[in-house]
């Protein structure tokens, strides 16, 4: 049981736009800023988005990223084959003196 | 272009230490903007954080793990290293270091990450 909760799986069709949540608490999101991980299969976790918004460089704007209260979001747009990969968020906590990470959700390209 | 690369053992038995290491290149340890982290990923399933390690010596562990956990650096090789006492099945995992920048602690990310390495704990 993850202490950050994402939905476990999510789907769309080329070119459209989805989005991926990211549920936390006040000791987690409520409080610290959230980035965002893109695992393509058989391969290492990538920075997709950091602190909530920000893109790394070489990171397409398709890709946006935000933050409201205890919850985060990243969003999709103009989806593409490419883009079917596992996502990850994750913060700090407080309460654990450490970092999280969401569950992870899959995302398919129909 | 940072790179970090893990190395150690792929099988260890059951009860033994688990023990890798993440050598650093093409960038210094040192830097004060990052701590230096472990994250184990078991097949098929999400990321865990295990620890992470300042290059003064801080550490920061997974409180589920912290009892097995021994996270240390060693700015002189440009590495740091994972030990993880007690291992059982459980522990078989792909695992990863990373590069973690903050500012604060409640201001950082995972900004680079080593390939993984699958270790295996198996009699």
């Known amino acids: 049981q993850s202490v950050l909760t994402q939905p476990p799986s999510a789907s769309g069709t080329p070119g459209q736009r989805v989005t991926i949540s990211c549920s936390g608490s006040?000791?987690?999101?409520?409080?610290?800023?959230v980035s965002w991980y893109q695992q393509l299969p058989g391969t290492a976790p990538k920075l997709l988005m950091y602190?909530?918004?920000q893109r790394p460089s070489g990171v397409p704007d398709r890709f946006s990223g935000s933050k409201s209260g205890t919850s985060a979001s990243l969003a999709i747009s103009g989806l593409q084959s490419e883009d079917e990969a596992d996502y990850y968020c994750a913060t700090w906590d407080d309460s654990l003196n450490g970092w999280v990470f969401g569950g992870g959700t899959k995302l398919t390209v129909l | 272009q940072l790179q970090l690369q893990e190395s150690g053992p792929g099988l260890v038995k059951p009860s033994e230490t688990l023990s890798l290491t993440c050598t650093v290149s093409?960038?210094?340890?040192?830097?004060?903007?990052?701590?230096w982290g472990w994250i184990r990923q078991p097949p098929g399933k999400g990321l865990e954080w295990i620890g992470s390690?300042?290059?003064?010596?801080?550490?920061l562990y997974n409180p589920s793990l912290k009892s097995r956990v021994t996270i240390s650096v060693d700015t002189f090789n440009n590495q740091f290293s994972l030990r993880l006492s007690s291992v059982t099945a459980a522990d078989t995992a792909v695992f990863y270091c990373?590069?973690?920048?903050?500012?604060?602690?409640?201001?950082?990310?995972?900004?680079?990450w080593g390939q993984g390495i699958l270790v295996t704990v198996s009699s």
């Open positions: 006040s000791s987690n999101i409520g409080s610290s800023a």
């Open positions: 390690v300042y290059y003064r010596g801080n550490t």
């Open positions: 990373a590069r973690l920048w903050f500012r604060e602690l409640s201001w950082s990310y995972f900004h680079s």
């Open positions: 602190s909530n918004n």
């Open positions: 093409d960038g210094s340890i040192s830097g004060s903007a990052y701590y």
